[in-house]
């Protein structure tokens, strides 16, 4: 999980799906893996990784958990936002 999750940071998409491809059934694991190949171009990926995701946690959405991660470095937030808000992943919670 850490070695996908770090060469995501990095940019490095491709390595990025490499190592989240061996890593257990976390909702990390399908976040990052949905933002990295939404930033390579592959949607129908990116969809099923955001639809794992969604049914490991269904009210997921990536503010609360980039707040909860305390991800503040400004390129990090921005590539897992974008990669993110590409795959399908819910950005906020839903309004009450």
């Not at 999980?1 to 990390?28: D, H, K, Q, W």
């Not at 990926?45 to 609360?64: H, S």
Request: hydrophobic fraction near 45%; proline fraction near 5%; charge should be neutral.
């Amino acid at each position: 999980m850490g070695a996908g999750i770090s060469r995501f940071n990095l940019g490095r998409y491709e390595e990025a799906v490499t190592a989240l491809s061996e890593a257990p059934e976390f909702i990390e694991r399908h976040l990052y893996t949905a933002a990295a190949q939404a930033h390579l171009g592959n949607q129908d990926a990116a969809a099923d990784a955001t639809e794992r995701l969604l049914r490991l946690k269904a009210d997921f959405n990536l503010a609360t958990y980039v707040m909860a991660r305390a991800i503040h470095l400004p390129e990090v937030r921005t590539r897992l936002w974008s990669g993110a808000e590409r795959a399908g992943v819910p950005l906020r919670p839903p309004a009450n």
